[in-house]
């Protein structure tokens, strides 16, 4: 029944209970049978039962642990409820206004009933004596209302509070807790934005709030005099954790597919009857979001990897040399050394011993976690135990799109609802998968909070700058073990923040794993740095070394060297190859290569779309057949990348069965294959290669490059008796030094680098002979030399070169430190000085502030195709059936808005900005539309005909293809 059919309310009745927080917008209330607007109090139940379920249930250890200290003095118990009650105040005073109350009454929508609804109880909490004569709707957000009025309902004793002169003492922290609650909604409001909420509020006001919070505090069993001496913010990580927790709490809490609307009229007035029910639902919220902390059972390497029981040397290593407690480990090995296992084996050894309850892998590319998050769900499938669920979620912006989302979801429909499962369905389905995925956390910003994830290290950069709901990214991080993979494909802004938040981690007690096939000694030693800075420890004496680096919360640092395998695993020969040009290379591949996979890796797309044509114009003189070229970029609609990785993983990937991979080779392996891409084949896929030819590349990127020929060796068992070449393909001039591109915002690489790197690989080679590369640890001294601080010294040409480059190199780098400076928070300043919480706060800023990469970021085109028989407008060239475009609310029409959203996805294709600027650009893509767009409105819309070619003739140097991509013509 509706609330516009309610009873008279009760004479006696608390005024307070008829304050609302929610309406029913969305009809899910109504649709049970439940009122159409759900009580302030009920929701702060909500809030604080959420609250001290995710204390019991879900925080790490070290995080409790931090929690207590802060608002217990060390006694978890007496945190749990200080937390609890102050999470509940989130809304309140805010909400518990008349400005605020009024807008259920003035509502403007076409649910009628709603309307009707509102009405209702505006008459209703009128006779209930509720004060809703003054002030109309009020432009001030309802989050900074409760940090303007809430310290003094909590009894703080400063001027402000007190109606007085005088400015508020730093040391009080109710006033810093008010802020944080002030910042639920993304942004901690700062003082004048804090100052800016005040009202004019009627006495009635004042009192109906000290009465909701003794109520709340009567419930929770909080002594309010008491309250101020137990909060104790001198820990940096303390207001991440505290804000971060009170967001998660709020956002379960609102899910009103876990939660019940509660009114006087529905509910009764019995409010411990309300706080039982809370408590109840929180219980079973939990369980339904899988938000148990992971309880990880002893295991054996063997037990944990039974597809390879025998460690490789790096792995041993480690398991003869654990970590003890809380760490960061530094893991350099070479591409197919098993560093995604080791990183495994030491997540599940750091939850059994630190108590962290999950995980979250980041790496450099979309495409890599997709890859990464296959695996992390098969390994996850055999570490839980018999009855333990978890939910795994990738982590980026097509993640809805990709193959493990869909094979993650409850139900064979990706668009069915968690929610439909009751927890009594988890319990006792003894077959249920145990990875699954809740489509709750596909909303931005909820995967992390999963209890595992994948996905791209934008995550943790975004984490430690601000930006919306940047300390709810530390907040879901911190009680995991995070690992870093590709720890060297990062810029040096990149790093100056993934350095900061790695500072923060350390802070809150997390652990980090960084994986990397070889690092430059500055990277490694920013690394730990700024884990000893997050300990609030000093930096390093020495540069640490590796390949192994393990430093414990105290700074301790020990290193590690794995003993060298008995044959000449990992050693390749470098061959520096001038390159031709496209059309004489495509000859050199086909006629040089006849049998084998061989891989060109381009430093462009536009260099590896000319070389595809070119093999592909000349293929068939040399008996090649055109699917025996396969070209692989980023520039592909989502489900024609996917398609196109899947296929090369499946054919030049390990044995399709797991427990065969050790003892046969893939049987789906072809005679031949030519491979064209750019760097999606050097981190982002599964494979190996016997023949592989590369651009000039940073010597780093070269090292993780040449991993690919030593990936699966049993699929090429000629290896264990030879030592692969590397092609280095390089464009010389004139005097033979280097062709470098030209230091344009565009350029991929930097030019100093390059050179740099084409210097140490020929100043060490043998005169007519390939240079010879071993384990990543004997080629740390040629690396160090490219990243050196000054240009190498000496009278030839390339000195010349390189000293001319290196001032640009330099700016260039103070370029990215200084943007990194400017949006990097630490959790400790250079002196060691915490970070406070008027630091933290930024009041509304703009998102674009926050960035996890510099340069201007692709634009996403929208593939749609015309049919010319039908005139319909359809997903796919191959299928004329009409595409949605209905605009579809997410939560009221919530499988066919998920059901379109997959398509969008599927249909995306990055395009560079570049495109759109500078000489003869393209037409700008926001007039690319097309009539009727609906959901796609505002978007850029690529219209093609089934061949490919687009419909707008403005956009006539474009074409696509599912094999080539898409390509923009001069």
Same mark, same amino acid.
């Given at each position: 029944?509706?609330?516009?059919?309610?009873?008279?309310?009760?004479?006696?009745?608390?005024?307070?209970?008829?304050?609302?927080?929610?309406?029913?917008?969305?009809?899910?209330?109504?649709?049970?049978?439940?009122?159409?607007?759900?009580?302030?109090?009920?929701?702060?139940?909500?809030?604080?039962?959420?609250?001290?379920?995710?204390?019991?249930?879900?925080?790490?250890?070290?995080?409790?642990?931090?929690?207590?200290?802060?608002?217990?003095?060390?006694?978890?118990?007496?945190?749990?409820?200080?937390?609890?009650?102050?999470?509940?105040?989130?809304?309140?005073?805010?909400?518990?206004?008349?400005?605020?109350?009024?807008?259920?009454?003035?509502?403007?929508?076409?649910?009628?009933?709603?309307?009707?609804?509102?009405?209702?109880?505006?008459?209703?909490?009128?006779?209930?004596?509720?004060?809703?004569?003054?002030?109309?709707?009020?432009?001030?957000?309802?989050?900074?209302?409760?940090?303007?009025?809430?310290?003094?309902?909590?009894?703080?004793?400063?001027?402000?509070?007190?109606?007085?002169?005088?400015?508020?003492?730093?040391?009080?922290?109710?006033?810093?807790?008010?802020?944080?609650?002030?910042?639920?909604?993304?942004?901690?409001?700062?003082?004048?934005?804090?100052?800016?909420?005040?009202?004019?509020?009627?006495?009635?006001?004042?009192?109906?709030? #000290?009465?909701?919070?003794?109520?709340?505090?009567?419930?929770?069993?909080?002594?309010?005099?008491?309250?101020?001496?137990?909060?104790?913010?001198?820990?940096?990580?303390?207001?991440?954790?505290?804000?971060?927790?009170?967001?998660?709490?709020?956002?379960?809490?609102?899910?009103?597919?876990?939660?019940?609307?509660?009114?006087?009229?529905?509910?009764? *007035?019995?409010?411990?009857?309300?706080?039982?029910?809370?408590?109840?639902? +929180?219980?079973?919220?939990?369980?339904?979001?899988?938000?148990?902390?992971?309880?990880?059972?002893?295991?054996?390497? +063997?037990?944990?990897?039974?597809?390879?029981?025998?460690?490789?040397?790096?792995?041993?290593?480690?398991?003869?040399?654990?970590? *003890?407690?809380?760490?960061?480990?530094?893991?350099?090995?070479?591409?197919?050394?098993?560093?995604?296992?080791?990183?495994?084996?030491?997540?599940?050894?750091?939850?059994?011993?630190?108590?962290?309850?999950?995980?979250?892998?980041?790496?450099?590319?979309?495409?890599?976690?997709?890859?990464?998050?296959?695996?992390?769900?098969?390994?996850?499938?055999?570490?839980?135990?018999?009855?333990?669920?978890?939910?795994?979620?990738?982590?980026?912006?097509?993640?809805?799109?990709?193959?493990?989302?869909?094979?993650?979801?409850?139900?064979?429909?990706?668009?069915?609802?968690?929610?439909?499962?009751?927890?009594?369905?988890?319990?006792?389905?003894?077959?249920?998968?145990?990875?699954?995925?809740?489509?709750?956390?596909?909303?931005?910003?909820?995967?992390?909070?999963?209890?595992?994830?994948?996905?791209?290290?934008?995550?943790?950069?975004? $984490?430690?700058?601000?930006?919306?709901?940047?300390?709810?990214?530390?907040?879901?991080?911190?009680?995991?073990?995070?690992?870093?993979?590709? $720890?060297?494909?990062?810029?040096?802004?990149?790093?100056?923040?993934?350095?900061?938040?790695?500072?923060?981690?350390?802070?809150?007690?997390?652990?980090?794993?960084?994986?990397?096939?070889?690092?430059?000694?500055?990277?490694?030693?920013?690394?730990?740095?700024?884990?000893?800075?997050?300990?609030?420890?000093?930096?390093?004496?020495?540069?640490?070394?590796?390949?192994?680096?393990?430093?414990?919360?105290?700074?301790?640092?020990?290193?590690?060297?794995? $003993?060298?395998?008995?044959? @000449?695993?990992?050693?390749?020969?470098?061959?520096?190859?001038?390159?031709?040009?496209?059309?004489?290379?495509?000859?050199?591949?086909?006629? &040089?290569?006849?049998?084998?996979?061989?891989?060109?890796?381009?430093?462009?797309?536009?260099?590896?779309?000319?070389?595809?044509?070119?093999?592909?114009?000349?293929?068939?003189?040399?008996?090649?057949?055109?699917?025996?070229?396969?070209?692989?970029?980023?520039?592909?609609?989502?489900?024609?990348?996917?398609?196109?990785?899947?296929?090369?993983?499946?054919?030049?990937?390990?044995?399709?069965?797991?427990?065969?991979?050790?003892?046969?080779?893939?049987?789906?392996?072809?005679?031949?294959?030519?491979?064209?891409?750019?760097?999606?084949?050097?981190?982002?896929?599964?494979?190996?290669?016997?023949?592989?030819? *590369?651009?000039?590349?940073?010597?780093?990127?070269?090292?993780?490059? &040449?991993?690919?020929?030593?990936?699966?060796?049993?699929?090429?068992?000629?290896?264990?008796?030879?030592?692969?070449?590397?092609?280095?393909?390089?464009?010389?001039?004139?005097?033979?030094?280097?062709?470098?591109?030209?230091?344009?915002?565009?350029?991929?690489?930097?030019?100093?680098?390059? +050179?740099? @790197?084409?210097?140490?690989? @020929?100043?060490?080679?043998?005169?007519?002979?390939?240079?010879?590369?071993?384990?990543?640890?004997?080629?740390?001294?040629?690396?160090?030399?490219?990243?050196?601080?000054?240009?190498?010294?000496?009278?030839?040409?390339?000195?010349?070169?390189?000293?001319?480059?290196?001032?640009?190199?330099?700016?260039?780098?103070?370029?990215?430190?200084?943007?990194?400076?400017?949006?990097?928070?630490?959790?400790?300043?250079?002196?060691?000085?915490?970070?406070?919480?008027?630091?933290?706060?930024?009041?509304?800023?703009?998102?674009?502030?926050?960035?996890?990469?510099?340069?201007?970021?692709?634009?996403?085109?929208?593939?749609?195709?015309?049919?010319?028989?039908?005139?319909?407008?359809?997903?796919?060239?191959?299928?004329?059936?009409?595409?949605?475009?209905?605009?579809?609310?997410?939560?009221?029409?919530?499988?066919?808005?998920?059901?379109?959203?997959?398509?969008?996805?599927?249909?995306?294709?990055?395009?560079?900005?570049?495109?759109?600027?500078?000489?003869?650009?393209?037409?700008?893509?926001?007039?690319?539309?097309?009539?009727?767009?609906? $959901?796609?409105?505002?978007?850029?819309?690529?219209?093609?005909?089934?061949?490919?070619?687009?419909?707008?003739? #403005?956009?006539?140097?474009?074409?696509?293809?599912?094999?080539?991509?898409?390509? #923009?013509?001069?």
């Amino acid at each position: 029944m509706s609330d516009a059919r309610q009873s008279p309310v009760q004479p006696l009745l608390p005024m307070w209970l008829w304050l609302w927080a929610k309406t029913d917008l969305h009809g899910l209330s109504r649709k049970r049978g439940g009122p159409a607007w759900n009580s302030l109090l009920a929701h702060c139940l909500d809030t604080a039962a959420v609250c001290g379920a995710l204390i019991d249930h879900h925080l790490s250890a070290p995080a409790r642990a931090r929690l207590a200290d802060a608002f217990g003095a060390g006694n978890l118990a007496t945190a749990r409820r200080v937390l609890m009650l102050l999470a509940a105040l989130h809304d309140m005073p805010g909400k518990a206004t008349a400005a605020f109350q009024m807008l259920f009454a003035a509502l403007r929508t076409r649910d009628t009933e709603l309307a009707e609804a509102g009405q209702h109880w505006a008459q209703a909490a009128a006779r209930a004596g509720l004060p809703l004569s003054g002030p109309r709707p009020d432009p001030r957000p309802h989050a900074h209302v409760t940090a303007r009025y809430l310290p003094a309902l909590l009894g703080c004793p400063c001027p402000r509070c007190l109606g007085t002169d005088g400015r508020i003492p730093h040391e009080l922290p109710l006033h810093d807790i008010a802020a944080l609650l002030g910042g639920h909604h993304g942004d901690i409001p700062n003082n004048s934005t804090i100052r800016a909420a005040s009202l004019r509020l009627d006495p009635l006001w004042h009192t109906m709030h #000290r009465a909701l919070a003794d109520e709340l505090a009567r419930l929770l069993d909080v002594d309010l005099q008491r309250l101020p001496g137990l909060i104790r913010l001198e820990r940096p990580c303390i207001p991440v954790l505290f804000a971060g927790l009170v967001v998660h709490s709020d956002w379960i809490a609102s899910n009103e597919n876990l939660f019940t609307y509660r009114t006087p009229d529905t509910a009764g *007035t019995d409010t411990s009857a309300w706080w039982q029910a809370s408590q109840d639902q +929180a219980e079973a919220a939990i369980t339904t979001l899988r938000l148990h902390r992971w309880n990880p059972r002893p295991m054996t390497w +063997a037990e944990q990897m039974p597809n390879t029981p025998r460690p490789r040397p790096t792995q041993q290593t480690i398991i003869d040399n654990p970590p *003890t407690g809380q760490s960061l480990i530094i893991i350099e090995d070479t591409t197919g050394g098993g560093k995604t296992e080791t990183s495994q084996y030491l997540t599940h050894h750091l939850a059994l011993t630190c108590g962290y309850h999950g995980s979250y892998t980041a790496l450099p590319l979309r495409a890599a976690g997709d890859q990464v998050a296959d695996r992390t769900a098969a390994y996850l499938a055999t570490v839980l135990g018999d009855r333990e669920r978890a939910h795994l979620a990738l982590v980026h912006g097509n993640a809805f799109a990709h193959g493990t989302t869909s094979h993650l979801a409850l139900t064979d429909s990706v668009v069915t609802m968690a929610a439909n499962i009751t927890c009594d369905d988890l319990d006792t389905h003894h077959n249920a998968p145990a990875v699954i995925l809740d489509h709750w956390y596909l909303a931005r910003t909820r995967g992390l909070l999963s209890c595992f994830g994948v996905g791209t290290i934008d995550q943790i950069i975004l $984490a430690a700058q601000h930006g919306k709901h940047w300390f709810l990214r530390l907040y879901a991080l911190a009680g995991k073990t995070v690992v870093i993979d590709e $720890a060297h494909a990062y810029d040096l802004y990149q790093q100056r923040l993934l350095a900061a938040a790695i500072a923060w981690l350390a802070d809150a007690g997390a652990s980090i794993v960084v994986l990397s096939a070889t690092l430059p000694a500055t990277i490694r030693s920013d690394l730990v740095n700024a884990w000893r800075r997050g300990h609030n420890t000093n930096p390093a004496d020495t540069p640490p070394t590796g390949p192994i680096t393990i430093v414990d919360s105290k700074g301790h640092r020990r290193t590690h060297t794995p $003993a060298r395998s008995r044959h @000449t695993r990992y050693r390749t020969r470098i061959k520096l190859l001038p390159d031709p040009g496209p059309n004489e290379l495509a000859h050199h591949l086909l006629s &040089r290569h006849p049998h084998g996979i061989t891989t060109v890796i381009r430093n462009s797309v536009t260099r590896a779309e000319d070389l595809h044509r070119a093999l592909r114009d000349i293929a068939g003189h040399y008996g090649w057949k055109p699917e025996e070229i396969q070209l692989l970029h980023a520039r592909y609609q989502e489900r024609h990348r996917s398609h196109h990785q899947h296929h090369i993983e499946t054919r030049l990937g390990p044995h399709p069965d797991p427990e065969l991979r050790t003892e046969q080779p893939n049987p789906h392996r072809p005679h031949r294959l030519l491979l064209i891409g750019t760097q999606v084949l050097e981190q982002s896929l599964d494979y190996d290669t016997d023949h592989l030819y *590369t651009d000039l590349a940073p010597l780093d990127l070269l090292l993780q490059r &040449r991993g690919r020929q030593w990936r699966h060796t049993i699929n090429r068992p000629h290896l264990h008796h030879g030592t692969p070449l590397t092609h280095v393909l390089w464009t010389p001039r004139p005097d033979g030094l280097p062709q470098l591109p030209p230091p344009t915002p565009h350029a991929v690489y930097d030019p100093y680098i390059l +050179a740099a @790197t084409w210097h140490a690989l @020929t100043d060490r080679a043998p005169t007519h002979a390939p240079l010879t590369l071993h384990h990543p640890h004997e080629t740390q001294p040629l690396l160090d030399t490219v990243y050196a601080d000054h240009p190498p010294a000496g009278d030839h040409p390339i000195h010349q070169l390189l000293a001319e480059l290196h001032p640009q190199w330099i700016r260039r780098l103070q370029e990215e430190a200084t943007h990194a400076g400017h949006r990097a928070l630490w959790p400790y300043d250079e002196e060691g000085n915490p970070t406070t919480v008027a630091q933290l706060a930024s009041g509304p800023l703009d998102e674009t502030f926050a960035r996890s990469r510099l340069g201007t970021p692709s634009t996403d085109l929208i593939a749609l195709y015309q049919h010319d028989d039908t005139g319909n407008v359809a997903w796919q060239p191959t299928d004329p059936e009409p595409a949605d475009l209905t605009a579809y609310h997410p939560i009221r029409h919530t499988e066919p808005h998920r059901r379109q959203r997959l398509e969008i996805h599927r249909n995306t294709i990055p395009a560079p900005t570049h495109w759109f600027t500078g000489r003869n650009p393209l037409p700008d893509p926001t007039t690319w539309s097309i009539p009727n767009a609906g $959901a796609l409105a505002g978007r850029p819309i690529l219209l093609m005909r089934p061949d490919g070619q687009p419909v707008d003739p #403005r956009l006539e140097r474009l074409r696509y293809h599912p094999d080539t991509g898409l390509v #923009r013509r001069p």
